[in-house]
């Protein structure tokens, strides 16, 4: 899986001008409120995963 995730908007204010930022891997610069923010992978959700996908009940 990549980490290549790049923010569309700014999450502060809405704004695109994003740019990468000198945090290192994941942050970002946003160039019209000056806040430097990072995204980070967390994990992956366990909503919508099945443990029998093929709907058997358990008997
Ligand atoms: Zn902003």
């Not at 994941?26 to 160039?31: I, L, R, S, T, V």
């Given at each position: 899986m990549t980490e290549r995730a790049a923010p569309f908007y700014c999450p502060y204010c809405g704004d695109e001008d994003l740019r990468p930022g000198e945090q290192g891997?994941?942050?970002?610069?946003?160039?019209?409120?000056?806040?430097?923010?990072?995204?980070?992978?967390?994990?992956?959700?366990?909503r919508g995963l099945q443990p029998n996908p093929t709907g058997g009940e358990p008997t």
């Open positions: 891997h994941g942050a970002w610069e946003c160039a019209a409120c000056n806040r430097a923010f990072q995204l980070k992978f967390v994990g992956l959700l366990a």
